[in-house]
């Protein structure tokens, strides 16, 4: 990448040229190219001259050139416009790699990412920093953008009165973690984007999230609100300071999660049954789901209900669990929350009925569902399932997968209504007029009773009305007026009998009309695409397709799993000095790009990806992928774990710029990585026969404890946890060659079934194998009569051998 600008008096402006179409912010039209007159130079530390496009000399003759005009106007800087059709505004954000920070890098702000230049510019003028922290998906976050953040009176203001910083809670989880937890404690409430004071050493003392632009009768507008900080600042600091100290120590105090040394796990049976309850009492009978609206996803309390059933098999709860979990996941399927003609689920669902979703993509949302939908398979056999699941796939393979092996972290839920469009609305890429769909969908059904087209029935199934199907009251700011979100109002049953046709013809005809509307919206402008790859959410991808692919015996997957693995170890691992990295960032082609100061990876990173890793192996029994788990298990516990009171704290206890020491404490969108970290640490503990291992697992519960007593329905995923422990992980051994036909229909068994509490080994003979040299025990089992063998035990004492499926059937149902 070659960067030219041009820097006036006190560096303000910047102009960047990006070699070989490396997009940063906004892209001149072609057209453009041939005559733009760009600013040349090496380092914007002197004075330039203009030079036309055409002249310019590139690496290679086949460099395709975009041109930016990055953005800022700094506090000092006098007004140059440059040429026609550029940003009037740039600041240091255009210089970044996180899609959010570059969708701010044209705002009339002198904006920082977090860092030692922004800090040290708060103490040496002494200015207090207003810290925003968002996400490029976050759609109230692009309306405080447009609002505020361009507005350039507002920007001079914050400018003139604040050192001001642009975090990406997504890259820097950390830093919001600390700050939303004193929003919650100073405000009552939280959420995205969030506005934070802090003093230059960077300790908080007022704290919001979104404000309008404008005084109200009720509420001050941020212009007021900014401007009544800085006076605060100047007349009443040891005030803000005191009471900022004062909230930090309660925080510190309150969210401390330690237990006593020899303190062991509270009792699963009371635990258990108690977070049943809980979530059984919030339950939404007739919709399914746990709440009334907005409604999400929650793939931690639907694995926590399927985990119950498996030991309650033959109880009223065990059924009632099971109910739940399954209408929750079909009402789903079936609801506007599951995009139907491009497959996924958009992130939550803004009704009880989840019919009209907010309309972003979350990749940890596909990866945590994908799961569920298959485990749903697993145990009633229907492949409404997992179809589903599959569907989930084939939307991250197409539209979140980089050619490098990564994943993407989202698309956005706004977008362009038309190519003409000026300005966005929420849901435009994903709605329907009924007009479009009936010039669509226009041939007729001759086999129908009545003069009937295939759009009448697509129409009918899909709950398509001519005024819109979005009620105003889910359409606050009229943006869906007239449009339909697609929603299953009937079965293919009543759909075939209201039409005269079989199930087979309705399957035939919505599939034709899913295909063509899919081929219309891709003609359509897209939604923001984050980009940012994340060693977390990759972790919970690898997941997601080593299981479904293991389920489901597709092999496809199980390799997208792999090569996603490999990606992580390429580009997010640095081997020599055994570290995680955070994030990077789509370059060109199957190029990864990082940022000059790549960001370590934090708790969840390490987490994610074991857990990744241990799902894969038993996908695809390759035990090196059990070797690199082992490895970041140690980074995990050097890095992040608690010698005094257990459990792991979220980043690294040593960071200076982090002043709370936190402990994620529930299960939300993503689980808790120290939910996942203590299933990771029973599960590696019979992999790798390490007793060591296994305690700190039971360490991690038992920090818990008060939570998991009182409030379990937080910690969902850390119950299935302590079940473990109490009913003792069941190690499954098959011994055979991995690729002869007896071993793989032994693997087909295993994965046909649902044991929530058990590890996967495959033993092959080969003494030089990592398992071998981990686990001696091994080298005892071996196939019995030329057979290959199973074999099901605890704690390695083991069933009698069985060398058939319906014998090793048997045995997992015991």
């Not at 109490?726 to 991995?738: A, E, M, N, S």
């Amino acid at each position: 990448m070659e960067v030219i600008r041009r820097v006036s008096n006190i560096q303000a402006w910047t102009w960047t040229l990006f070699i070989n179409r490396r997009v940063v912010t906004s892209r001149l039209p072609c057209s453009f190219l041939s005559s733009a007159p760009v600013w040349l130079g090496r380092d914007g530390s002197f004075p330039l001259q203009w030079k036309p496009a055409s002249q310019l000399k590139t690496p290679k003759c086949t460099a395709r050139l975009n041109f930016f005009k990055s953005a800022v106007t700094m506090a000092t800087g006098g007004e140059d416009k440059g040429p026609p059709g550029f940003p009037q505004h740039t600041n240091r954000l255009s210089m970044e790699k996180s899609p959010y920070l570059l969708q701010h890098a044209h705002n009339p702000v002198d904006w920082f990412p977090w860092g030692q230049e922004a800090f040290e510019k708060a103490k040496r003028e002494d200015k207090p920093i207003f810290l925003s922290v968002g996400y490029s998906t976050c759609h109230w976050c692009h309306v405080m953008e447009r609002e505020s953040f361009e507005d350039a009176q507002i920007g001079k203001v914050l400018s003139d009165n604040f050192v001001c910083i642009k975090v990406d809670r997504e890259e820097r989880p950390d830093v919001d973690k600390v700050y939303m937890t004193f929003v919650q404690q100073f405000s009552g409430g939280g959420g995205w984007p969030m506005s934070v004071w802090l003093t230059p050493d960077l300790r908080p003392f007022i704290g919001g999230t979104y404000f309008p632009p404008k005084d109200s009768l009720y509420r001050p507008g941020f212009k007021t609100v900014l401007l009544r900080i800085a006076e605060q600042w100047k007349n009443n600091r040891d005030v803000l300071v005191t009471k900022s100290e004062r909230i930090l120590e309660a925080l510190r105090r309150g969210t401390a999660i330690t237990a006593k040394a020899g303190q062991m796990p509270p009792s699963c049976p009371d635990v258990m049954e108690k977070c049943f309850q809980q979530l059984a009492s919030s339950y939404d009978e007739e919709y399914g789901g746990f709440s009334k609206f907005p409604k999400f996803p929650t793939p931690v309390n639907l694995n926590f209900f399927f985990s119950y059933w498996a030991h309650h098999k033959t109880s009223p709860q065990g059924a009632l669990a099971l109910q739940m979990a399954l209408h929750t996941l079909k009402m789903m399927a079936l609801g506007g929350i599951h995009d139907h003609v491009a497959q996924g689920f958009h992130r939550y669902s803004t009704d009880s009925t989840w019919h009209v979703p907010h309309f972003e993509k979350m990749l940890y949302d596909q990866a945590q569902l994908a799961v569920a939908y298959v485990t749903a398979f697993q145990i009633s056999g229907d492949e409404f399932f997992a179809d589903v699941a599959r569907n989930i796939l084939c939307y991250v393979s197409r539209d979140l997968s980089d050619k490098s092996g990564g994943f993407y972290s989202a698309e956005d839920a706004d977008s362009y209504p038309t190519v003409d469009s000026t300005e966005k609305k929420e849901g435009a890429f994903c709605v329907w007029t009924q007009k479009e769909i009936k010039r669509l969908l226009t041939e007729p059904l001759s086999e129908a009773p009545e003069a009937t087209t295939i759009g009448d029935v697509f129409i009918n199934h899909y709950g398509v009305k001519e005024e819109g199907n979005v009620a105003p009251e889910q359409d606050p700011h009229g943006e869906l007026k007239g449009q339909n979100v697609l929603i299953v109002r009937c079965s293919l049953e009543l759909t075939a009998a209201r039409f005269g046709l079989s199930v087979e013809r309705v399957k035939e005809i919505l599939k034709l009309g899913r295909e063509r509307l899919a081929k219309v919206r891709e003609q359509r402008p897209r939604p923001h695409l984050d980009s940012k790859m994340l060693s977390s959410w990759n972790g919970l991808m690898i997941s997601g397709f080593s299981r479904v692919g293991a389920v489901l015996g597709e092999k496809a997957f199980v390799e997208r799993a792999e090569q996603s693995a490999q990606f992580l170890k390429d580009h997010l691992w640095n081997p020599v000095d055994r570290r995680i990295l955070r994030s990077c960032y789509k370059g060109e082609g199957t190029e990864v790009e990082q940022t000059a100061s790549p960001i370590l990876g934090f708790l969840d990173d390490y987490a994610f990806v074991i857990a990744g890793l241990l799902d894969l192996y038993e996908a695809c029994l390759n035990p090196s992928w059990l070797e690199w788990a082992e490895v970041l298990q140690e980074c995990q516990d050097a890095l992040f774990w608690d010698k005094k009171g257990y459990g792991y704290f979220s980043s690294d206890p040593s960071d200076p710029e982090v002043l709370l020491e936190l402990k994620d404490d529930q299960d939300g969108a993503e689980p808790n990585p120290n939910s996942v970290s203590a299933s990771n640490l029973l599960r590696l503990s019979h992999y790798l026969g390490s007793t060591e291992w296994e305690e700190r697992s039971q360490q991690i519960l038992a920090a818990f404890s008060d939570r998991l007593m009182k409030v379990p329905i937080a910690l969902p995923e850390m119950v299935r946890v302590l079940m473990a422990h109490h009913h003792t992980l069941r190690q499954v051994v098959i011994c055979g060659c991995p690729d002869s036909e007896d071993t793989m229909r032994l693997l087909t068994c295993v994965n046909e079934h649902f044991v929530p509490h058990k590890v996967l080994l495959m033993a092959d003979g080969n003494a030089d194998n990592f398992l071998y040299q981990r686990l001696p025990v091994l080298s005892t089992m071996a196939p019995q009569g030329g057979k290959a063998t199973a074999y099901v035990c605890k704690n390695f004492t083991c069933s009698l051998p069985a060398t058939t499926a319906k014998e090793l059937h048997r045995l997992l149902l015991e």
